[in-house]
C-alpha cells in the first residue's frame, strides 16, 4: 500500500476521531460519521458538523442542528499561497484588496481559508458544488471576522455569511456558521 493511501486513510480516522470529541463536548454518546459517496461526512440525525485536516493536525466541529443549518471549518498552515492560484480562488474584488496589503501572498491563503469554511457549511445544507468565485470574502479592519457573500442563484443561500478567522500557532483556522 503506498504511504499516500495510508496517509489519507489516518486522516479519515483522525477526522472521526475529532468529530466524536467534539460530540462528546456535547454530551452525545460515541456515533458513526460515515461517508457519502460525494466523500463527505454523514452526520448523525439532528447534527450538523465539519472536518478539516492539514499536515499534522485534525479538527471538527459539531452542533445540533436545531442551532445553526450548517457548520463549516478550514484549517492551512500560515503560508502564502502560491502566486499561480491567487487568479483562480479570488474574484477580482479580492486581488484588489490583495493589493493593498502588506503580505499579499498570506492574505490570499486567508481567503482560501475562509472560503473552505465558507464552503463545506453551504455544501452540508445544500449539496451545491460550487467553485472559489461563486465566494466573494471580506474582512473585518482586524481580519478577525469575514464576510461572504455566496452567489444566491448557485446557492440559495442569502448572504452574506459571518465566519471567523484567526491565526493559531503557525496555522490559519476559518469556521463559518449558518
Known amino acids: 500500500m503506498s504511504r499516500a493511501i495510508a496517509k489519507r486513510r489516518d486522516e479519515f480516522t483522525a477526522g472521526r476521531d475529532a468529530a466524536r470529541a467534539a460530540m462528546d ?10 461517508q457519502d ?9 439532528g447534527l450538523t458538523g465539519s472536518i478539516a485536516h ?12 436545531k442551532h445553526c443549518a450548517g457548520l463549516g471549518i478550514d484549517i492551512e498552515p500560515a503560508t502564502p499561497l502560491d502566486a499561480d492560484l491567487i487568479s483562480t480562488i479570488c474574484t477580482l474584488a479580492e486581488r484588489e484588496w490583495l493589493a493593498t496589503q502588506s503580505d ?4 490570499a491563503k486567508m481567503i482560501f481559508c475562509a472560503k473552505e469554511a465558507t464552503y463545506k457549511a453551504q455544501y452540508m445544507q445544500t449539496r451545491t458544488l460550487i467553485d472559489f468565485q461563486a465566494v466573494e ?21 442569502a448572504t452574506p455569511v459571518s465566519g471567523g478567522l484567526r491565526l493559531v500557532d ?8 449558518l
Request: with cysteine; hydrophobic share 40%.
Open 104 to 107: 499579499p501572498g498570506l492574505s
Open 170 to 177: 503557525d496555522y490559519i483556522l476559518a469556521t463559518c456558521r
Open 137 to 157: 470574502v471580506s474582512f473585518s479592519h482586524d481580519k478577525g471576522l469575514f464576510k461572504a457573500k455566496l452567489d444566491e442563484d448557485l446557492t440559495g443561500i
Open 54 to 65: 492539514c499536515d499534522h493536525i485534525c479538527i471538527a466541529t459539531v452542533a445540533r442542528i
Open 25 to 34: 463536548a456535547l454530551g452525545l454518546p460515541p456515533m458513526a460519521i460515515s
Open 37 to 45: 459517496t460525494d466523500r463527505a461526512p454523514v452526520w448523525p440525525d
